[in-house]
T-cell receptor, first 116, second 111 residues
Framework: GAVVSQHPSRVICKSGTSVKIECRSL??????MFWYRQFPKQSLMLMAT?????????EQGVEKDKFLINHASLTLSTLTVTSAHPEDSSFYIC????????????FGSGTRLTVV | RKEVEQDPGPFNVPEGATVAFNCTYS??????FFWYRQDCRKEPKLLMS???SGNEDGRFTAQLNRASQYISLLIRDSKLSDSATYLC????????????FGSGTRLLVRP
């Protein structure tokens, strides 16, 4: 089946630093990947849609200059949280759409970011 | 109004009980519907897709009412391992392929 690998699983960083999160599709090519953020006891909120070879599409209210997305290959998308602040502490999850045999969405295992 | 609304719960039921979750969605253009399960501090995992005719997978039954924009999930003979948050998810199936998540309904199954 489709597997999506997300790293790191957890990270603690100092306020003002940048953190990069990687999302890889291991056994399929993903032209589209999605980045979500989930705060405690809340649902997953879509941040942006990552498109291979083109600019990401950001949801309303998400700062594109703060959350940099790069989808340089068909198997890798990265999310960089720049100048992180404590309010950016959250659970970040990526998802990739497997076009084989119809559509299917596979999620990475998530990254728990804590900014201190 | 939220695009996908669910009762947050928690639903606290004994083992063996039958429990039902409801969900409503606001966008009539929604085309695909799913129930995902999310355990604490883990990623969501697909439980089942929801089809117009209703569908069943073991102890789980999903129903869709397009006219009312309403989706349900029924769990029979609850197990301790069913304790989790159940997420109602819709997809517009437009060119964006975005999934829209409800806030989830928490289920606690007690011995």
């Amino acid at each position: 089946g489709a597997v999506v690998s997300q790293h790191p699983s957890r990270v603690i960083c100092k306020s003002g630093t940048s953190v990069k999160i990687e999302c890889r599709s291991l056994d399929f090519q993903a032209t589209t990947m999605f980045w979500y953020r989930q705060f405690p006891k809340q649902s997953l909120m879509l941040m942006a849609t990552s498109n291979e070879g083109s600019k990401a599409t950001y949801e309303q209210g998400v700062e594109k200059d703060k959350f940099l997305i790069n989808h340089a290959s068909l198997t890798l998308s990265t999310l960089t949280v720049t100048s992180a602040h404590p309010e950016d502490s959250s659970f970040y999850i990526c998802s990739a759409r497997d076009h084989r045999g119809g559509y299917g969405y596979t999620f990475g295992s998530g990254t728990r970011l804590t900014v201190v | 109004r939220k695009e996908v609304e669910q009762d947050p719960g928690p639903f606290n039921v004994p083992e063996g009980a039958t429990v039902a979750f409801n969900c409503t969605y606001s966008n009539s253009a929604s085309q695909s519907f799913f129930w995902y399960r999310q355990d604490c501090r883990k990623e969501p995992k697909l439980l089942m897709s929801v089809y117009s005719s209703g569908n069943e997978d073991g102890r789980f039954t999903a129903q869709l009412n397009r006219a009312s924009q309403y989706i349900s999930l029924l769990i029979r003979d609850s197990k301790l391992s069913d304790s989790a948050t159940y997420l109602c998810v819709v997809n517009l199936e437009d060119s964006s392929y975005k999934l829209i998540f409800g806030s989830g309904t928490r289920l606690l199954v007690r011995p």
